[in-house]
């Protein structure tokens, strides 16, 4: 029981946290003007911030949906609204594609004192709250799932 709660409690706080964190990198993302390194920085931090949360996202549910912490893969798999967010989720990755190889190309660039190329910033930032928006869907999805909405 503790587990399972540990384990909801984590995913929980790790949705807040990537909501922030992705509506953070946007926000910086749209501010960034320049290549002054601490404009920068607040972009990657905010990305780190995406990252990591999306990293504990992906290892928490998996064991929630699979690893027999909570209603079992057979009630996921069968569950409409499960298939939602694993879509959501598709989405969010496949945009987050570009963002994540300019934002390491930025990270090389950095440490090695060279040029930013920051001219699909803006776009990026637009990406960043798009991400954010399906996140909140996947929260949607997940409220009405744990209360086996879309079930027979």
């Known amino acids: 029981m503790l587990a399972q709660w540990f384990l909801a409690a ?6 807040a946290m990537a909501l ?13 003007t320049n290549t002054e390194p601490s404009a920068v920085r607040r972009v990657l931090i905010a990305d780190n911030i995406w990252g990591i949360s999306a990293l504990v996202l992906l290892i928490t549910g998996g064991m929630r949906a699979f ?3 909570e209603k079992g893969a057979e009630y ?3 569950q409409p609204l499960f298939h939602l967010k694993m ?5 969010i990755l496949l945009l987050e594609v570009a963002p994540m190889v300019r934002l390491i190309k930025w990270r090389i660039a950095l440490a090695r004192g060279t040029h930013l190329d920051l001219h699909q910033a803006t776009l990026f930032a637009r990406i960043s709250h798009a991400q954010a928006l399906l996140l909140v869907l996947m929260m949607i999805a997940a409220s009405g799932m744990a209360r086996g909405v879309g079930l027979s």
């Open 10 to 15: 984590t995913h929980l706080l790790a949705f």
């Open 20 to 32: 922030s964190g992705g509506l953070a990198r946007g926000k910086a993302l749209r501010s960034l």
């Open 67 to 69: 690893g027999g912490y």
């Open 76 to 78: 996921y798999l069968h």
């Open 87 to 91: 879509t959501l989720l598709v989405f």
